[in-house]
């Protein structure tokens, strides 16, 4: 049937087809001069059809090339259809369209294309639905920076003052002023108790306990610093 269409009817179908109209619906992958379209494009070129891309930009003007695979499903479907049929569908983009998406291949694309625009809408709403959620997430997070790290910021420049004074406190340098400042004051002391023996406010024994318990202790600081002095030089 395919080849009697195409063959022996070649030349009783040519003077219909080239009143067919110049604008055609079919898409450039079907129409286009390349190596992969079938050789029944070339049997309508040679009995004069001129096929010319869409004007317009219809829906099925922007199918790429058709794999061969699918081409020949497609022409096992166009083989039994008729002259005015196949006219019709060469000038009737409401009948090419209707063609067109009874084809498997474009039902199943349509199919992925809703499938996927209906879970980037589910997403879309998932997404609005959370936005109060973030909204108070973010408050929140507004409120911790506003308040709790002040506080916390607060505090931790105290203990690093602390931390600052016991160091400051704990130097060598401290340390050796603290022992010469220990040192003064018993020196002091000791000088006033023997002032007091001088001026007898005070007995022999009272003066010789308190006077050698004041320059042992003399004597230890000005040990100590001496050690602290010569191990830090």
Known sequence: MFKSFWGSQEQQASPR????????????????SNSSRP???????????????????????SIGPVPPSEASSIIFLLKD??????????????AYNQFLHSLDQVKTQNKVRDDLRNETLQLTRENLEK??????????????????????QERLNELQMKKDETLKFYSPAALLQRLQEAMNKTDVESEALY???????????????????LRTTYHKQALTHLAAKSSIG
């Open 131 to 152: 936005e109060p959620q973030i909204l108070e997430l973010r408050n929140q997070c507004r409120i911790i920076r506003t308040t709790e790290l002040a506080a916390a």
């Open 195 to 213: 002032n007091q023996f001088l001026e007898k406010e005070i007995d022999l024994n009272t003066f010789i306990q308190r006077y050698k318990k």
């Open 81 to 94: 259809k008729s002259v005015d049929e196949l006219r019709k569908l060469l000038s009737d983009k409401d």
């Open 17 to 32: 087809i080239q009143e067919v109209p110049q604008s055609s619906w079919y898409p450039p992958s079907v129409v286009g």
């Open 39 to 61: 050789s029944t494009a070339g049997s309508a070129s040679s009995s004069g059809l001129n096929v010319q891309r869409p004007l317009d930009h219809s829906p099925s003007s």
